[in-house]
C-alpha cells in the first residue's frame, strides 16, 4: 500500500501555513503510529482530531491542497487500523462532511465507506451508533458502486435489520430513521446495491413494510427514494406512483419547513431533484396538477423562516439552503401555473439573501429565465424587482467565490431581458464583474473536480452575459477583451470543447460563433493546449450488466458446446449414480465456492483498498501539480510583468537619454538667444531711460509753466471773489428793501381788501330800495350810485393789477437774488 504523505510537496504559503498546523501535526502523529503503535501517538492522534473537529474555518478541509489530501489519507489509514482512533476520527469527518467540497471528496475520492462499515455492529451503544449513521448518511449522499463491493452485503444487512426493528423508543426511532436514510443514498443510482439488497431481504416483505413506514408518517421521503429505486431496478415506477411520490414529498416540505427539519428538507429536495432529472418520469412530474396549491400554501411559511434570528439562525440557514433548492427545481419545470406565484418567489429570494444568498440567487435567475424566449418581463414581476434589485445586482462581499457563480447566472438571466439590462448597464461595473469572476476560478481551484466543473460553468455564464452587454457598452466591450485575453479563461474554454459533455460543448460553440467574439481570440481558445491534469475526459462508467453481456470468446463457446454434448450423450448413465454421492459432490462443490468466494471477497477487499490508496496518491499528486502549476502561472506571470517592466524601463530610459541630449541642445541655444536677448534689451533701456528723461525735462518745464499760470488764474480768481463779495453785499441790501416794498405792497392789499369788504356791506346796505312783485325781484339802485360803483371797482382792479404785476416782479428778484447768494458761496476762496 503506497504512503501518499510521503510526499512532502506542501506548499509553504506564510498566510495559509496557520490554520493547517493541526492537520500537519496529524499527520505527523499518524506516522509515529504506523511505525510504533505506541500508546503516545494514539493520544496524540486523538488530541489533534479533537482540535480539527473543533475548528471554524471549513476552508481547512477543502480538498485541493496536499496537506488536506495527507490529512485525509493518513485518516484512512489509521481508521482502518483496529487500534487506530476511530471516534475521534468520526467527529472530525463528521465536521469536515458540513464543507461541501470536502464531503464529495470524502465519498469519491477518499471512500471512508468501507471503514465506517467496518465500525457499525449491534455492540456499539445507541449513541454511537447514531453518531456513526449521521455521519454516514452524510458521506454516503451521491456515493456511486460499480461492482458488488465487499462491505456492501455487511452493511445491508445490518441497515435492514435495523429499519424493520420495531421502534419503540426514540433512539431505536433515530436509529431507524438514519439507517432508511443511508441505505437510500447506498442503492440511489446503483444497480449493484440494489440487487445486493434484494438478496439480502425480501423484497416483497420488505416493500410493504416500507409503504407500512410511509404511511406512519415516519421517513415518508426517504421511503418514497428507496421505493423508487427498487422499482427503477424492475420496470420502472407507474405515473400514480410518481404522484403519490410527489404528494408526500410536497408534504413532507411544508411541514419541514415549519418544524424546521433540516435532514427532511434535504431528503426532499433530493427527491424533487431526482424526479426532475429522469427524462422517463418527467411526463409525470409535468403532469402533477397540485403544485400551485401546494407552493401557495408553502411559501408563506418559508417567508417565515427567513425571519428566523438568534440561537435558530444556524438552523434555519441550513432549512432556508434546501427549501429554496426545492424551489429552484419547481420553477426550472417551466410550468405556466406557477407563474402566478413568481412575484412572490422574488420577494423570497430578496429576503433570503442574507442567510442563504447563493441559494436566493440561483432561484432568482431560475425565475428570471422562464422569459428569456418573451424577451422582456411582467409588470408585475418588474414592480416586484424594483425594491430588491439593487441589493441583488450588488456583488457578493462577503466570500464571492463561493456565492459568485450564482451572481453572474443573475446577471446572465437579467441580460437576456430588454428590461433589465439597462439596469445591468447602471449598476454593474465592469471591473466588479471580472473581480467575481477570478474570485470564482480561485475558490475552484482549490476544490478538485466539482471545483472544475464549477470553474467551466462561471466562464460560459460570464462569456454570454459580456457579449449580451459589449454591443451596448464599449467598457464591456473592453471587458470582454480583457476575459478572454486571460490564460486561465482560454484553458478552461478549450477544456470545455475538449470535454464529453454535448451540452458545454455546444455552449462554447454557441460563444465563439457569435458575431461580437473577437476573431482573434477564436486560433488562441481553440489551439490553446490542456495540461492532464486539467483535461476532462473521462472514461465512461462500466456498469455490471455490460461485464455480464460481454461476448463469449469462440473457443470458450466451443468447450461450452463439448460439455453440453458429453452430457447428452452420457445422460442415460446419470440416473445410475447415487443421491448421495451427487449430495456429496455438491457439498464439496459448494465448499470449494464458498472458499473461492472468500478469496475472492478478501482479495475484492484488498484491490478495493489498493484502489482507494492509488486514488489518495492521485488526489494528492493531482493537488500537488495544481499547486505548483498554480505557482507556475503566478511566476510566468509575474515574470512576465517584470520583463515587460524591465522593457518599459529601458524605453524609458532611452527616451530620457534622448530627452537629455535633446533639452542640453535646446538650453544650450536658449542660453544664446537669452545672452543676445539681454544685450538688445540693455541698449533698449538705455534708450528708453534716455527718451524718459528727457521727457521728464520737458515735462517739468511744462509744469512750471502751468503752475505759474494757475497762481496767475488764482490771484484773478480771488479779486473775482472779492468783487462778487461787494456785490453780494449790495444785493443784499437791494433784498431788505425790496422785501419793505413788499411789506408795503402787502399792507396796501389788506387795505384795499378791508375797503372791499366795507364797499360790499355799502351794496348790501342799499338792497332795501328793491321793489317786488308777486314772485319776482327787482333791484333798483339810483343812475349816481351805480356809476359811481362801477368806477370804483375799476380803479381797484387796475390797482390790483398793479399790485400783482409788482410782487411777481419782487419774487423774480428775490430768487436771482438767491441763486447768485448761492452761487457766491459755492464759489472756491
Not at 496537506?67 to 465536521?95: N, Q, T
Not at 434535504?266 to 418527467?282: F, G, I, N, Y
Not at 490553446?528 to 462500466?542: G, K, L
Not at 462778487?724 to 396796501?748: C, S, Y
Request: net charge neutral; with cysteine.
Amino acid at each position: 500500500m503506497m504512503e501518499v504523505d510521503s510526499v512532502e510537496t506542501w506548499s509553504n504559503n506564510s498566510g495559509d501555513n496557520g490554520k493547517f498546523v493541526n492537520l500537519k501535526a496529524f499527520v505527523t502523529a499518524a506516522r509515529e503510529f504506523e511505525a510504533t503503535h505506541s500508546e503516545n501517538s494514539v493520544n496524540l492522534m486523538t488530541r489533534y482530531l479533537g482540535l480539527v473537529a473543533s475548528s471554524c474555518d471549513l476552508s481547512v478541509f477543502s480538498p485541493g491542497r496536499a496537506e488536506v489530501c495527507a490529512f485525509f489519507s493518513s485518516l484512512w489509514r489509521v481508521m482502518g487500523d483496529p487500534r487506530g482512533p476511530h471516534w475521534a476520527g468520526l467527529a472530525a469527518l463528521a465536521r469536515a462532511a458540513v464543507e461541501p467540497n470536502a464531503r464529495y471528496a470524502l465519498t469519491h475520492t477518499y471512500k471512508f465507506m468501507p471503514i465506517l462499515a467496518r465500525l457499525l455492529s449491534n455492540t456499539i451503544s445507541n449513541e454511537k451508533k447514531i453518531k456513526l449513521l449521521s455521519v454516514m448518511q452524510d458521506i454516503s449522499y451521491g456515493i456511486k458502486i460499480t461492482w458488488q463491493e465487499s462491505y456492501l452485503p455487511g452493511l445491508l444487512k445490518q441497515l435492514t435489520e435495523w429499519i424493520t426493528q420495531p421502534m419503540r423508543d426514540p433512539h431505536l426511532r433515530s436509529i431507524g430513521h438514519q439507517s432508511l436514510t443511508v441505505l437510500v443514498n447506498i442503492c440511489h443510482g446503483n444497480l449493484p446495491a440494489i440487487h445486493a439488497l434484494m438478496r439480502t431481504v425480501d423484497t416483497k416483505d420488505f416493500v410493504v413494510h416500507l409503504i407500512s413506514l410511509k404511511d406512519g408518517g415516519y421517513g415518508g421521503v426517504e421511503v418514497c427514494r428507496l421505493l423508487l429505486c427498487l422499482s427503477g431496478a424492475r420496470a420502472g415506477p407507474r405515473h400514480a406512483d410518481v404522484h403519490s411520490y410527489l404528494c408526500c414529498t410536497m408534504r413532507t416540505f411544508k411541514k419541514a419547513v415549519v418544524s424546521r427539519n433540516f435532514s427532511q428538507l434535504l431528503h426532499a429536495q433530493t427527491l424533487m431533484s431526482e424526479l426532475c432529472a429522469d427524462a422517463v418520469l418527467r411526463p409525470a412530474v409535468l403532469a402533477y396538477p397540485h403544485y400551485s396549491t401546494a407552493l401557495g400554501e408553502a411559501l408563506t411559511d418559508v417567508e417565515t423562516l427567513c425571519g428566523a434570528g438568534g440561537d435558530e439562525l444556524e438552523v434555519a440557514a441550513d432549512c432556508l439552503t434546501h427549501a429554496l433548492k426545492l424551489l429552484t427545481h419547481l420553477v426550472s419545470l417551466d410550468l405556466y401555473s406557477l407563474r402566478g406565484h413568481h412575484c412572490q418567489l422574488v420577494r423570497v429570494c430578496v429576503l433570503a439573501s442574507s442567510m442563504a444568498l447563493p441559494e436566493a440567487l440561483e432561484l432568482f435567475a431560475a425565475v428570471v429565465t422562464q422569459y428569456r424566449d418573451e424577451g422582456r418581463l411582467p409588470q408585475e414581476l418588474i414592480s416586484a424587482l424594483s425594491d430588491g434589485l439593487p441589493g441583488i445586482l450588488a456583488p457578493p462581499a462577503l466570500d464571492p467565490g463561493k456565492a459568485g457563480l450564482q451572481w453572474l447566472r443573475v446577471i446572465g438571466a437579467l441580460c437576456a431581458s430588454s428590461d433589465t439590462q439597462e439596469q445591468v448597464l447602471m449598476k454593474v461595473a465592469p471591473d466588479s464583474f471580472e473581480d467575481t469572476l477570478y474570485s470564482v476560478l480561485q475558490c475552484a481551484a482549490q476544490n478538485g473536480e466539482i471545483g472544475l466543473e464549477s470553474s467551466q460553468q462561471a466562464v460560459v455564464v460570464a462569456c454570454r452575459a459580456v457579449l449580451t452587454l459589449a454591443p451596448l457598452s464599449q467598457e464591456w466591450e473592453q471587458a470582454l477583451a480583457r476575459m478572454l485575453a486571460h490564460h486561465q479563461v482560454r484553458k478552461l474554454l478549450c477544456a470545455g470543447l475538449c470535454s464529453n459533455k454535448p451540452t458545454r460543448r455546444r455552449q462554447i460553440l454557441q460563444l465563439v460563433k457569435h458575431h461580437y467574439f473577437p476573431s482573434d481570440q477564436m486560433n488562441q481558445v481553440f489551439g490553446e493546449s490542456v495540461s492532464p491534469n486539467d483535461s476532462t475526459h473521462e472514461a465512461p462508467p462500466v456498469s455490471p450488466d455490460d461485464a455480464w453481456s460481454a461476448p463469449v470468446s469462440p473457443a470458450q463457446e466451443q468447450a461450452i458446446d463439448a460439455l453440453i454434448e458429453k452430457l447428452n450423450a452420457q445422460k442415460d448413465k446419470i440416473t445410475d449414480v447415487a443421491t448421495s454421492s451427487v449430495m456429496e459432490l455438491y457439498g464439496y462443490k459448494m465448499t470449494c465456492l464458498e472458499q473461492r468466494l472468500h478469496s475472492y471477497t478478501v482479495a475484492l477487499q484488498g484491490a478495493t483498498e489498493n484502489i482507494a490508496s492509488l486514488q489518495h496518491a492521485a488526489a494528492l499528486l493531482q493537488a500537488t501539480g495544481a499547486a505548483q502549476q498554480q505557482v507556475l502561472y503566478t511566476t510566468q506571470l509575474q515574470n512576465e510583468k517584470h520583463m515587460a517592466t524591465i522593457d518599459a524601463q529601458q524605453k524609458q530610459l532611452q527616451d530620457a537619454e534622448t530627452a537629455v541630449r535633446g533639452l542640453r541642445a535646446k538650453l544650450a541655444a536658449e542660453r544664446a538667444e537669452r545672452a543676445a536677448a539681454q544685450h538688445a534689451l540693455r541698449l533698449e533701456l538705455t534708450q528708453q531711460m534716455q527718451t524718459f528723461e528727457n521727457e521728464m525735462k520737458a515735462r517739468e518745464k511744462e509744469n512750471e509753466e502751468k503752475l505759474k499760470q494757475a497762481q496767475i488764474d488764482v490771484q484773478t480768481l480771488e479779486k473775482k471773489l472779492e468783487k462778487q463779495a461787494t456785490k453780494n453785499t449790495e444785493l443784499a441790501g437791494v433784498l431788505v428793501k425790496f422785501e419793505e416794498r413788499v411789506k408795503q405792497r402787502d399792507k396796501r392789499l389788506e387795505d384795499a381788501h378791508n375797503a372791499e369788504v366795507a364797499m360790499k356791506k355799502e351794496v348790501e346796505h342799499k338792497e332795501i330800495h328793491c321793489h317786488f312783485y308777486q314772485s319776482n325781484v327787482i333791484i333798483v339802485f339810483p343812475p349816481q350810485t351805480i356809476k359811481q360803483l362801477e368806477k370804483t371797482v375799476l380803479e381797484r382792479e387796475n390797482r390790483l393789477y398793479q399790485v400783482t404785476t409788482q410782487l411777481e416782479e419782487m419774487k423774480r428778484v428775490q430768487e436771482m437774488v438767491a441763486k447768485l447768494m448761492s452761487k457766491s458761496n459755492n464759489a472756491p476762496s
